[in-house]
């Protein structure tokens, strides 16, 4: 009998040694030869080398590979010049692993939690015929993009600028739909839960269950979408369902939507205390450790902007001007106005920034410049919202987990 059993546990670690080596082969896009020889503890160094197999999963080898499990991939700079960045270079920030299967004409969005008049349940199909569609260029950042630059470092995934992206989004307003559930009166806040699975495969984890006060969640550019730019949400960025939240870390759009409840206190799921997504209520110097209770959850994020054009490291002829291209954004009513500066922000002058199709979508700007002698540059950019923020110099405030860093852009430019 004891032997039958050991030989059924050495048969089952077989299996699972088998599944997962098919999968990861999946990953890579072709079977791994002697797979069955393959060193226990370690990955093919072919899903390490920094790219994403083209076409397989939706997304470019062109991202930036910060990790694989989960998947977490950023745009280099010079790839964000387009007014909306494309679906195969959308940025990718997972806590936890994609649904295996997606059958969308059984797909199911339930609204239900304290301040619900009415659990109610959509499919996508209700959600399409029954509520009006709109479309709105928005743009989406993970709370920790430029988290690299924090000293001491912060913990974390270790993004440079490419946490970042602006797409077409099209759905439906979470207003529309909350108020045909009806919201009670003491309403605060709202939740969401997806179908993705938490790294350990325990069912009953959740990888993240973040949200937005009610305020956020009635404005009108708040979504519940299934478009972008014009065709199917990629998977890794939450097919076939998820929210948008303009102004907000991107951490509250969440992804493989399948439930909303509508809380009478802040939110409470995963992701939501501790010190995730939180910074310090008050200035603290860097490195200071904080207490949970010391920290306050981040909503708006800060006014920033990118150059796009060129990539750092170009070279230009004295006798020529720099054309320079970007994009700023914030969580205010729009950019008011972006500067560049070549000689590390003693003196600034103004860029031509162009109107936004509405809030919350970023908006291009541009100059060409002229330098006075060969030489090494760096041409800095910095943002100024229609609140009248305007982008740090240097890095802001530190904190323990590294979010909203929105220091000026450089990039270095040499002139011979």
């Known amino acids: 009998m004891e032997k039958n059993k050991n030989k059924n546990i050495v048969i089952r670690r077989d299996f699972l040694k088998s599944s997962i ?6 990953l890579i896009g072709t079977n791994i ?10 990955l093919p160094i072919g899903v390490l080398d920094g790219t994403l197999p083209s076409g397989l999963i939706g997304k470019s080898d062109k991202l930036t590979i910060l990790n694989d499990r989960p998947v977490n991939a950023e745009t280099p700079a010079h790839l964000l010049n387009d007014d909306l960045t494309p679906n195969n270079l959308f940025f990718v920030r997972n806590n936890g692993l994609p649904p295996n299967k997606v059958d969308v004409n059984k797909w199911s969005l339930t609204f239900e939690g304290e301040s619900v008049k009415n659990k109610k349940t959509f499919s996508i199909e209700d959600l ?26 912060a913990k974390g995934n270790q993004w440079s600028t490419g946490a970042v992206g602006c ?29 993705d699975t938490h790294l ?22 708040s979504l519940i979408v299934w478009g972008m730019n014009g065709e199917d949400i990629p998977m890794l960025n939450g097919f076939p369902l998820r929210l948008i939240f303009g102004g907000y870390p ?13 809380r009478n206190k802040v939110h409470d799921g995963q992701k939501m205390k501790g010190q995730a997504y939180r910074i310090p209520c008050k200035s603290v110097a860097p490195g200071t450790k904080v207490k949970d209770e010391d920290m306050c959850i981040i909503e708006r994020m800060p006014v920033k902007s990118l ?22 954004w914030t969580s205010s009513d729009h950019i008011e106005s972006v500067d560049y500066s070549i000689d590390f922000g003693v003196t600034w002058y103004p860029c031509k920034v162009e109107l936004s199709k509405n809030k919350f979508a970023w908006q291009r700007f541009s100059a060409s410049i002229a330098f006075p002698e060969m030489g090494y540059y760096e041409v800095w950019a910095r943002a100024t919202d229609s609140e009248g923020k305007i982008q740090p110099m240097i890095l802001p405030g530190w904190n323990p987990k590294g979010y909203l860093n929105n220091a000026c852009h450089r990039i270095a430019i040499k002139v011979q």
């Open 307 to 328: 150059i796009t054009y060129p990539k750092t490291g170009a070279t230009i002829s004295l006798n020529d001007k720099l054309p320079i291209k970007g994009q700023a």
């Open 33 to 42: 030869v002697f797979a069955s020889n393959f060193p226990k503890g370690l």
């Open 21 to 26: 080596m098919t999968s990861i082969g999946l």
């Open 200 to 221: 350990s495969g325990d069912p009953k984890k959740e990888p993240i269950s973040r949200g937005v006060p009610i305020s956020k969640a009635m404005e009108e550019e």
């Open 250 to 262: 991107a951490s509250c759009s969440g992804k493989w939507l399948s439930k909303i409840v509508v």
């Open 128 to 153: 399409k015929s029954k509520f009006k569609h709109y479309t709105y260029n928005i743009t989406l950042e993970c709370g920790g993009n430029g988290r690299s630059e924090f000293n001491p470092t």
């Open 167 to 195: 797409a077409s989004w099209t759905g439906v307003r979470l207003a529309d739909v909350l108020n045909d559930v009806g919201i009670k009166s003491d309403a605060v806040y709202i939740g969401y839960y997806g179908e």
